[in-house]
């Protein structure tokens, strides 16, 4: 099983929608997560933290279900912007740092 | 603004050459760097952890003796893809922590690499 999955899509969500996103991780003993976003041929910017108390920035939401070891990402009132590929990450914490293992990611696209 | 800063940001080469990519922390020191590959419709995979000081670590799978890795400076690592065939042609990506926030990484632009 990999550490951290998606469903790759595409989701083709009309602007204005509301599209989900889950991701599985196996590592239970990982405590936090990340969602990042990734435009084409660009670099992964960070989108926001999940922690248990999960997170909400605006329109996006973020979830940790510990029991069911699953991580979700809500995006309310999509625009055209939201257009990208959104890619689950766990940190693996090695003292200095953290390594960051990434899902494939799911890419969405917002349409008019 | 940009917090590191890949280069070069593009680079073709012929088969055989060696590449060499930089990667710098602009506004802080790391004293770790981390170097990610991403094929074309793949996720980001960590190839090796690069250590100022001390060796890179690598990633299973990931031969250290074709991807030269070297931390000379808290703000520099450099990759350097020796005797480069098409195969490697992918998106190399480093990122780096504030050692204040281990968990916040900053990615550099990226540098994609096309071998003839």
């Known amino acids: 099983r990999k550490e951290v999955e998606q469903d790759p899509g595409p989701f083709n969500v009309p602007e204005g929608a509301t599209v989900a996103f889950n991701c599985t991780y196996s590592?239970?003993?990982?405590?936090?997560f990340f969602w990042y976003r990734q435009d084409c041929r660009k670099e992964p910017k960070l989108l926001m933290s999940?922690?248990?108390s999960g997170n909400e920035d605006g329109r996006f939401t973020a979830q940790l279900n510990r029991a069911s070891q699953y991580i979700s990402l809500l995006i309310r009132d999509s625009k055209l912007s939201d257009s990208a590929t959104y890619l689950c990450v766990a940190p693996l914490h090695t003292g200095t740092a953290s390594k960051l293992t990434f899902g494939t990611g799911t890419r969405l696209q917002v349409t008019l | 603004g940009a917090v590191v800063s890949q280069h070069p940001s593009r680079v073709i080469c012929k088969s055989g050459t060696s590449v060499k990519i930089e990667c710098r922390s602009l506004?802080?020191?790391?004293?770790?760097m981390f170097w990610y590959r991403q094929f074309p419709k793949q996720s980001l995979m960590l190839m090796a952890t690069?250590?100022?000081?001390?060796?890179?670590?690598?990633e299973q799978g990931v031969e250290k003796d074709k991807f030269l890795i070297n931390h000379a400076s808290l703000t520099l690592s450099t990759l350097t893809v020796t005797s480069a065939h098409p195969e490697d042609s992918s998106f190399y990506i480093c990122?780096?922590?504030?050692?204040?926030?281990?968990?916040?990484?900053?990615f550099g632009p990226g540098t994609r690499l096309t071998v003839l």
């Open positions: 590592n239970s003993a990982s405590q936090s």
């Open positions: 506004d802080f020191q790391a004293t770790t």
């Open positions: 999940v922690y248990s």
């Open positions: 690069s250590n100022e000081g001390s060796k890179a670590t690598y």
């Open positions: 990122s780096a922590p504030r050692s204040s926030d281990i968990d916040t990484q900053y």
